[in-house]
């Protein structure tokens, strides 16, 4: 069974910054896929970014491209998502998600067998 533990959320003004981890309990082998979904209130879940252990692609939703970028220390079982530029549409719970592998798109969160508890993620003035 594999645990993801997500850390980092809290409350941030707009323009600001904050980076939320994820350790991940196993060693991340080179087929996984990592991914960063989030949920606000009333809405889907959706995925924000994604990254590839073996080769480390990267993918990005629109909505957070050029703002987000997802990174990984293998060494430390751990996936990054450094969020800049934050806007109160980001607020939500961030979770963490991985799959030993990933086919097809990325954004489905049925494509994920594990999944962490989430983060609270607020923008807010």
């Known amino acids: 069974q594999v645990q993801l533990v997500e850390s980092g959320g809290g409350l941030v003004q707009p323009g600001g910054s904050l980076r939320v981890s994820c350790v991940v309990s196993?060693?991340?082998?080179?087929?996984?896929?990592i991914a960063w979904f989030r949920q606000a209130p009333g809405k889907e879940r959706e995925g924000v970014s994604c990254?590839?252990?073996?080769?480390?692609?990267?993918y990005y939703a629109d909505s957070v491209k050029g703002r987000f970028t997802i990174s990984r220390d293998n060494a430390k079982r751990t996936v990054y998502l450094q969020m800049n530029s934050l806007k109160p549409e980001d607020t939500a719970v961030y979770y963490c998600a991985t799959t030993p592998l990933l086919v097809g798109g990325w954004q489905r969160p049925y494509d994920y067998d594990y999944w962490g508890l989430g983060v609270q993620v607020t923008v807010s003035s």
């Open positions: 990254i590839r252990s073996n080769d480390g692609t990267t």
């Open positions: 196993t060693v991340i082998r080179d087929s996984y896929a």
